[in-house]
């Protein structure tokens, strides 16, 4: 793991497409509410750093520590730690009725833990985490929760990809690693998190590209986590140099049960040009992406950089939006904002790309070029 001596800066993004007043109820230990507009003159987003009050719950104890964000109209949300060489994001779902449901997404033990939290809502809520794999089930913890409390869990030896998280009413679910190394006997070890979308917001079929700057068939290691039994197939489609594809390969398929997971990656192939990879379930379940660390990449990042692991949430098909939009990553250091090396990939269909529906600031996704 990389030394930082910057504080922990804690920034949050919002934006939306159309003018509204947003809400954000900060709770211990900041304790005030921040009413603000987005409209044109503000370019409908708004950022807000925290600096350097350190957010973060003690492991394994509840405590009232959640920022809500309410709106009446819809946004964007994103939650990022501002932190050269240790940063790391997520996007902030919406919590609905579907919101009480969850199985978790971490990686393997390391010099430092997985983690996942909870935060509640409401007052009164009961929540049940347990270790399931098909039919059986182990109660690892029972919680009640109050309105605006989080619970944050933490351990050094157990994963708890694949661990069941239910509740009485909606909350939200977050799940990572203080410091995961991807794969594990690869360093360097980074922060990675993401908020857990409950199973009803699940999918069958998933679509992934290497991430910006890896070369291909680097940027690839997946989970896969099932909510009930279900069979995977993994394919892959590669492109010559004049993007012409290829037909579909299988190179991996494997039978999960009800929160079993598997890991796969595509180290045994060898691709030149461009290569996707999809994901197919016979019943839905939650895929994600994870960047490998900088000993992997060997100086092929971005900028011959070399990023450390993160985690993404692979949005099933199912679930694309028509519209995104996004805000790219920045850092603070020395008191000053420092841009990061940011990409972007965009899955679309080909005829779509080709006949100008896809645009990116305006502009046509044909016309910008790889």
């Known amino acids: 793991m990389k030394k930082n001596s910057q504080p922990n800066l804690q920034e949050i993004f919002i934006a939306s497409s159309e003018s509204g007043r947003v809400t954000i109820e900060y709770h211990s230990p900041l304790n005030y509410t921040e009413i603000i507009e987005l409209n044109s003159n503000n370019n409908f987003q708004y950022v807000n750093r925290i600096m350097p009050t350190d957010l973060a719950s003690p492991l394994n104890e509840i405590h009232n520590t959640a920022i809500v964000i309410s709106s009446e109209m819809d946004i964007f949300v994103q939650a990022n730690k501002a932190v050269p060489a240790v940063g790391d994001g997520y996007l902030a779902l919406p919590i ?197 660390g900088a000993e992997v990449l060997n100086d092929s990042g971005p900028e011959n950089t070399d990023p450390d692991p993160f985690m993404v949430t692979v949005p099933a098909l199912n679930h694309y939006p028509q519209n995104v939009r996004f805000s790219t990553s920045r850092h603070y250091l020395y008191e000053t904002d420092q841009e990061c090396f940011n990409g972007i990939t965009i899955v679309a269909k080909t005829d779509d790309v080709n006949m100008n529906k896809v645009y990116l600031d305006g502009m046509p996704l044909i016309s910008i070029g790889n």
């Open 96 to 292: 609905t009725e579907q919101s009480v449901s969850f199985f978790l997404a971490c990686y393997s033990p390391g010099i430092q833990t997985p983690t996942f939290s909870i935060a509640s809502p409401f007052n009164d809520t009961r929540i049940w985490v347990s270790y399931v794999r098909g039919n059986s089930s182990d109660s690892l913890m029972n919680l009640t929760m109050q309105a605006n409390d989080v619970y944050q869990a933490g351990s050094s030896d157990f994963d708890y990809t694949g661990v069941y998280v239910a509740s009485s009413q909606p909350i939200a679910v977050f799940s990572g690693h203080a410091c995961a190394n991807v794969p594990v006997d690869m360093d360097y070890c980074d922060h990675i998190v993401e908020q857990v979308p409950p199973v009803g917001q699940w999918g069958m079929s998933f679509i992934m590209a290497s991430f910006y700057g890896r070369p291909w068939a680097v940027g690839y290691w997946i989970r896969v986590i099932a909510q009930i039994d279900t069979n995977v197939t993994y394919t892959y489609q590669s492109f010559d140099a004049n993007n012409n594809p290829s037909t579909w390969s299988v190179f991996r398929t494997v039978t999960l049960v009800r929160g079993e997971w598997d890991e796969a990656s595509l180290e045994g192939i060898t691709v030149t040009n461009a290569i996707v990879v999809m994901v197919n379930c016979t019943f839905d379940c939650l895929v994600m992406q994870y960047n490998p």
